[in-house]
Each structure stands twice: as structure tokens, then as C-alpha cells.
């Protein structure tokens, strides 16, 4: 009972979501940073994350980034998915949600944000549902809303894409594109 009863008020939270916020070490990749012989970082993306993103940009849905480190790696995957609101470098993500939200338009409560670390769990006690992806530090886990059955940077972004999608009624119109 009380599990059916939590899945359906994350239903509902899922299906007033304006906008995506994540993470990007540890949710958009598996954390691993990688550094050639000349310095230059390297970053492994998901493909099939990217679908997700793509699908709910295209449904109306936003998708931001914040990240306590920047990279090139990052503004090139942003900018081949179509996001345009980055805020990388940033120490104190909660002190970033007023920015978010007059870039935006999108009240906090609308935003459901993925993270998976320590420096995370300012902002997920703000937006609207706080998710983390499986293999978050368990104090993530344990605050957050929703948790992925995918690690970081193995599908969990697609995952929530899919269940706002699904939860907002538009997920079978999606499917109808694909047949």
C-alpha cells in the first residue's frame, strides 16, 4: 500500500515538471574524468541519455545544467542536444536556483533536479522532486524523491526523461514517431 500510495504522488510531482536540472559528473557521466598527455579533459556521454534530453526538449520541457566544474567536453555535448542554460564552475548549487528561475520562467516547484553527490543535496531540498541516480553517496539516496534503477552516465537521465514524459500523458505520441 504505502509503496503504490509513494508511486503515485511521484507521479504526480513528475507530471508538473517544466524543467529538467542536472548534474553532469556522476549523472550525465559515471564520474570518470580523463585527462590525455596533453591536459585536455575528456568527458564519455550517453547516447541513449541524449535521446532522453532531445525528447523532452522537443516536448516543451526544459533541460539546464549545473555543475560545480567546467569543461569543453560539456559545451559541446550541450550544444549538440539543444541546452542552452549552463551553469558550470558553481560551488553553491542552491544559490543558482533564483538564476534558473528568471532565465527559465519555471517556479522551483516545476523542477525536478538529478544529482548524485554531497554538493547536491542543497538544491534537491529546493525544486520540486529531487532525484539521484543509483549509484549516489547513500546520503543522496536517502533524501532523494525518486532514485534510478541506472547508474550515472548509464541510462538514469533517459530514465527520468522517460517517466516525466510518461507521466505527462506524452509518451505513447513520442512512440508514435518512432514506428
Not at 529538467?20 to 556521454?45: A, H, M, P, Q, R
Not at 549545473?66 to 555535448?77: D, F, H, I
Not at 525518486?146 to 538514469?156: F, N, P, Q
Amino acid at each position: 500500500m504505502f509503496n503504490r500510495n509513494r508511486k503515485a504522488m511521484l507521479a504526480d510531482k513528475l507530471k508538473h515538471i517544466k524543467l529538467l536540472l542536472l548534474d553532469v559528473d556522476g549523472v550525465l557521466t559515471d564520474g570518470s574524468i580523463i585527462y590525455n598527455d596533453n591536459n585536455v579533459e575528456t568527458k564519455v556521454f550517453n547516447v541513449k541519455d541524449g535521446l532522453g534530453i532531445r525528447l523532452l526538449i522537443e516536448a516543451g520541457i526544459q533541460v539546464c545544467i549545473v555543475t560545480g566544474r567546467s569543461s569543453k567536453a560539456l559545451y559541446n555535448r550541450c550544444k549538440n542536444l539543444g541546452i542552452v542554460h549552463i551553469f558550470d564552475g558553481v560551488s553553491d548549487k542552491a544559490a543558482i536556483l533564483d538564476s534558473v528561475q528568471k532565465q527559465t520562467g519555471v517556479s522551483a516547484g516545476e523542477i525536478a533536479f538529478i544529482g548524485d553527490d554531497l554538493p547536491d543535496l542543497s538544491l534537491m531540498r529546493l525544486t520540486g522532486i529531487s532525484i539521484s541516480v543509483a549509484d549516489a553517496h547513500k546520503t543522496v539516496l536517502k533524501k532523494a524523491d525518486m532514485v534510478t534503477s541506472s547508474k550515472g552516465g548509464m541510462g538514469a537521465v533517459r530514465e527520468v526523461c522517460e517517466a516525466i514524459l510518461m507521466a505527462q500523458g506524452l509518451w505513447d505520441e513520442i512512440m508514435e514517431r518512432f514506428k
